[in-house]
């Protein structure tokens, strides 16, 4: 197969929702459809529990477990489909933003009773400020829901997005009759299963024929039928490339727990889904068919035994063919590595790799040489763009609590912030060390892996504190001013950045009018 077919079969996507709504479900569910695994609940482990209080044991098993299913490759039908998996629990969304920086496409999973919820919206934000194409599904139509029609209107205002039903439901919940495949045009019946993954659809060409009728009754026919008019007459014919440039998310209606819509999901899927996309840097877009090798990495796994501190980095490949030991040029260290055995993750399988294409997610094992958003290249130095860090919503003073460890807290802290566990400010002031999380979670995972993986004791001190925001501009003076005023509140990042740690909303809004030549930014990555 030539690399250019190589490329074109793939598809690397992530499936993100609200804790609950079924994403779990629906990603096991596609993988017993690739073949990739066997049986129902072989993806369930892969959870923190939905305690309130925090299971140290679960948290470690949670970071064991997602190394095998970081990414999850199978191929279907001729394609090679990559699901990158993204932590459930709200506190790693940080992750799941960083994730989505390796993504092509996301399918969102919506719960039919709730609704659009807090999550959805945050992640969908993020997707939106990439233009990543969405797929909507609608899940657990097996149970009392929403009207169709009221979910839809919510999805576009909650979520600032068209829409356009590609299938549609007959009834829900008890009354649920089936699907009818708009994409297709095709019928499917209802029939609950949790373990059968195909099922026969019945093909409808003219919804008028008595065929509707004697397949699912005649007034959800009926129903049908004025539904279908009213989409046809509100919704423009699907076009798949208002998918692909962002406009325009198809939805999809089902329940994964009964595979039930899956299929047709997935055969949608890859007709419709992008194939590796150009992904922009500092200096220039690379597009997937160059001939060298570019990739960048997006995550980084610390090892879960601490007698072995090595870490696992996954790169996602943007153009060229990346091979086992090669020499590739690491632009931030300015140095050349070679990668004796590159892994590559087949569902649950890992396996040593010989070559990878773009679109390929490749874990690399390293011991301390990679950082968020490190470039490997094949002697070009590029800069990825796209690899923001969020601005976090809780802060805290770190100290050190044990004097006699003062080297390994702060080797401790260091390796933590790059496998970007959590963001490390210093106050300007004083040179205090604040760290910056999105939940409560990261406090203490840094705290109980700090002792275990690095024999250091820390201690936080709180600080209260509205939101981190970058600051810039092109007009020198007032940035001065500025940061002579704000003296107390300014502080540093990773990158020696100017940030501002507000101490509330309206402190923000004030600064804003008094410095309006002063952009406050809330990611990290911004044009002066
Ligand atoms: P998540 O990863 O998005 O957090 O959700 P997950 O797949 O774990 O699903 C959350 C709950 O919703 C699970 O029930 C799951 O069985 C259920 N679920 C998923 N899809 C459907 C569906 O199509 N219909 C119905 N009725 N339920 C669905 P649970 O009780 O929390 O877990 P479990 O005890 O079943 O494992």
Redesign the pocket.
């Known amino acids: 197969m030539s690399i250019k077919e190589e490329i074109e079969k793939r598809r690397t996507f992530a499936i993100i929702?609200?804790?609950?709504?079924?994403?779990?479900?629906?990603?096991?569910k596609l993988l017993l459809f690739g073949g990739a695994i066997q049986t129902a609940g072989a993806v369930?482990s892969n959870?923190i529990k939905?305690t309130a209080t925090s299971d140290w044991m679960e948290i470690e098993k949670q970071r064991g477990i997602s190394v095998a299913t970081s990414v999850m490759g199978f191929e279907y039908s001729g394609v090679k489909i990559n699901i990158l998996d993204t932590p459930?629990h709200k506190d790693f969304a940080e992750d799941t933003y960083r994730t989505l920086t390796a993504v092509d496409s996301v399918i969102v999973?919506v719960d039919v009773a709730k609704g659009v919820e807090p999550q959805t919206e945050k992640l969908v934000e993020v997707c939106k400020m990439r233009a990543t194409p969405m797929l909507i599904f609608i899940?657990?139509?097996?149970?009392p829901g929403k009207d169709a029609f009221d979910l839809l209107d919510e999805i576009e205002k909650k979520l600032n997005v068209k829409v356009h039903p590609l299938s549609w439901p007959i009834g829900m919940g008890q009354q649920l009759k089936g699907v009818y495949n708009i994409f297709e045009k095709k019928l499917n019946i209802f029939e609950a299963d949790k373990q059968k993954i195909a099922k026969e659809s019945v093909e409808i060409n003219d919804l008028d024929s008595e065929e509707l009728d004697k397949n699912i009754g005649e007034e959800p026919a009926m129903l049908l039928r004025d539904d279908l008019d009213l989409i046809n007459g509100v919704y423009p014919e699907f076009n798949v490339e208002t998918y692909l440039s962002g406009e325009i998310s198809p939805v999809m209606f089902?329940?994964?727990?009964?595979n039930?819509g899956i299929k047709e999901l997935l055969d949608c899927f890859i007709r419709i889904a992008p194939t590796p996309k150009p992904k922009a840097t500092e200096q220039r877009v690379i597009n997937p068919f160059e001939e060298k090798f570019t990739g960048f990495i997006f995550k980084i796994h610390a090892n879960m035994d601490p007698k072995h501190r090595d870490r696992i980095a996954f790169v996602k490949i943007c153009s060229g063919q990346f091979q086992r030991n090669t020499n590739y040029y690491h632009v931030r260290l300015n140095k050349q590595l070679k990668f004796s055995n590159p892994t590559s993750f087949m569902a649950q399988k890992k396996e040593v790799i010989d070559d990878a294409f773009p679109g390929d997610i490749v874990g690399l094992y390293d011991s301390g040489n990679f950082k968020i958003g490190d470039a490997l290249t094949e002697g070009e130095k590029l800069d990825f763009k796209g690899i923001p860090s969020f601005s976090p919503e809780l802060f805290q003073y770190i100290e050190n609590a044990d004097p006699m460890k003062a080297k390994q807290l702060a080797k401790g802290i260091d390796q933590l912030m790059d496998e970007g566990v959590a963001q490390l400010f210093i106050r300007v002031q004083n040179n205090r060390k604040i760290i910056g999380t999105v939940g409560q979670l990261q406090f203490e995972v840094i705290q109980y892996r700090l002792e275990h993986e690095y024999g250091a004791l820390c201690a936080y001190e709180p600080l209260q504190l509205h939101k981190a925001c970058w600051i810039s501009s092109t007009n020198k003076e007032q940035l001065i001013d500025f940061k002579m005023r704000k003296a107390p509140y300014m502080a540093r990042d990773k990158d020696g950045k100017d940030v501002f740690l507000a101490d509330s909303a309206y402190s923000i809004d004030i600064s804003k009018e008094k410095y309006p030549d002063i952009l406050f930014h809330f990611t990290s990555e911004f044009d002066v």
Do not use: C, Q, W, Y
């Open positions: 929702s609200h804790p609950d709504a079924g994403k779990t479900t629906l990603t096991e369930k959870k939905k459930g999973v899940n657990k139509i097996d149970r089902g329940s994964a727990l009964n039930f």
